[in-house]
């Protein structure tokens, strides 16, 4: 018992210093890539290509961003609903699925903000910690559905960075959606992890949070897309792989809103004389897409907690 107990433990020690060992391989590479790329540019380069971002393009990244932020509120509602079915008004799963999402995507370490953020809103509603867990599995197995949704389509659509191999590995997903839509039309109402236990969607909803799934990294693509100039950025098709790309490589580096390894990947991604205007184009997405939400996000749960705190005086 001593001896696998031991085992386990190696095991587990192991499998923790190569997490950190990948997250530090990727923040170290993003930070030298980041430096050899910036330091070529001039930053009068920059703020040119700022300038000179269309004020329609604009308009049409922000709209894009709020499709992407409701798509996103939206798996919190799903996954409140299939957890505590009728218990949390909808009033509350949209306000805390908008906060926790916009502060989490700004702080990074989902796992831990994400948490946190939800069962100190929903606790106000009896939710328990548990519970609260449950509906935190949920949302980043919503999250993971939209992903691989997108990725699948790109592959089927065959973009040129395939080079011909895509369409392959897109129908071993459709295949892989189908299994598990066809899993959860079964009997199948929970879903038991070791002692972990959760409800799980129906196979109704599961398609309807695969769809939003698409139209929310579609969305969220297009907010930066929208802010590249015509003759970079290319085909929307071409464009996407890039962007899925940089996101997984920030969420694997778990800084902060992916930041630095995010810029980095999408750097990499052009030739050096294009990278002042897509700098450019990245500065004004973290404006848009991460610190304009982040803003809202934090008054309205500052106001909430300003509200909770003089209804107790009362």
């Known amino acids: ?21 990948l997250t530090f391989a990727i923040v170290g590479g993003a930070a030298f890539l980041l430096h050899r790329y910036i ?18 393009h604009v308009a049409c990244s922000i709209l894009a961003m709020l499709v992407s932020w409701s798509c ?17 008004p909808m009033r509350m799963k949209i306000f805390s699925g908008f906060t926790t999402h916009a502060i989490c995507n700004a702080l990074g370490f989902h796992a831990i903000t994400g948490t ?4 100190r809103l929903l606790s106000t509603q009896g939710v328990s910690a548990p519970d609260v867990a449950r509906v935190v599995g ?32 897109g129908v071993v997903l459709v295949v ?10 079964g009997k199948h109402d929970e879903l038991k992890i070791w002692k972990f236990s959760t409800p799980v969607p129906s196979a109704r909803s599961a398609t309807a949070q695969i769809a939003i799934g698409v139209v929310e990294m579609i969305a969220a693509i297009a907010t930066m897309y929208f802010l590249l100039p015509a003759d970079i950025a290319g085909s929307f098709l071409d464009f996407a792989p890039i962007y899925v790309g940089a996101i997984l490589a920030g969420i694997i580096s778990n800084t902060p809103g992916g930041i630095g390894a995010f810029e980095a990947l999408t750097l990499a991604a052009f030739p050096q004389e294009q ?28 106001a909430f907690e ?8 009362a």
Not at 39 to 56: H, K, S
Not at 75 to 87: N, R, S
Not at 142 to 159: I, N, S
Not at 307 to 312: A, D, E, N, T
């Open 72 to 88: 996103l509120t939206a798996y919190d509602v799903f996954a409140v609903e299939t957890v505590v079915p009728g218990k949390v």
């Open 116 to 119: 946190a953020l939800r069962y």
């Open 138 to 169: 949920l949302v980043g197995f919503a999250v993971a559905l939209g992903f691989a949704g997108v990725t699948c389509l790109a592959l089927l659509l065959e973009p040129s960075i395939a080079h011909g191999w895509g369409r392959w590995p």
């Open 1 to 21: 018992m001593a001896d696998k107990q031991e085992t386990n433990g190696a095991k587990a020690i192991a499998l923790r210093a190569m997490k950190y060992l």
């Open 275 to 302: 990278r002042a205007q897509v700098l450019a184009a990245l500065l004004a997405y973290r404006v848009i897409y991460g610190f304009g939400p982040l803003i809202l996000a934090s008054v309205g749960f500052g």
């Open 176 to 185: 892989l959606f189908a299994l598990l839509l066809r899993w959860l039309a």
């Open 39 to 56: 330091g070529r540019m001039a930053w009068q380069d920059v703020r040119d290509a700022i300038d000179r971002i269309p004020r329609w």
């Open 306 to 313: 300003v509200h909770r705190r003089l209804r107790r005086r």
